[in-house]
């Protein structure tokens, strides 16, 4: 089983910055977290920022020059630094761990709220 643990979320106001973990453990031999998705009230989970083993990355338009995702393979860590953040960023983070098309893992995500 693959276990995944995000943290760094919480309350700031527009402007402001957090840094997002997402920590990888278990038999992760094969898997590949592969980004971090948002959920906003209201809306269907969706992809933010994407980094593929190559270490290729891919954001969505709304968080471009904004947002910077990374890995550190060391660590099985990926993280998401959000700067200039804005109320409609507010959402439940989450990273992803792709072991196959059909075979993924979530973890329990973070919740980031922006608010003035």
């Known amino acids: 089983q693959v276990r995944l643990v995000e943290s760094g979320g919480g309350v700031v106001h527009p402007g402001g910055s957090l840094r997002l973990s997402c920590t990888a453990s278990?038999?992760?031999?094969?898997?590949?977290?592969d980004g971090w998705y948002r959920q906003s009230p209201g809306k269907e989970r969706e992809l933010v920022a994407g980094i593929s083993t190559r270490g290729e990355k891919r954001y969505v338009d709304s968080v471009k020059g904004r947002f910077t995702i990374s890995r550190d393979n060391w660590r099985n860590t990926v993280y998401l630094q959000m700067d200039n953040l804005r109320p409609e960023d507010t959402g439940v983070y989450y990273c992803?761990?792709?072991?196959?098309?059909?075979?993924?893992?979530w973890g329990q995500g973070t919740q980031v709220t922006v608010s003035s």
């Open positions: 992803r761990a792709v072991y196959s098309p059909t075979v993924h893992y």
């Open positions: 278990g038999k992760i031999l094969g898997t590949n977290v």
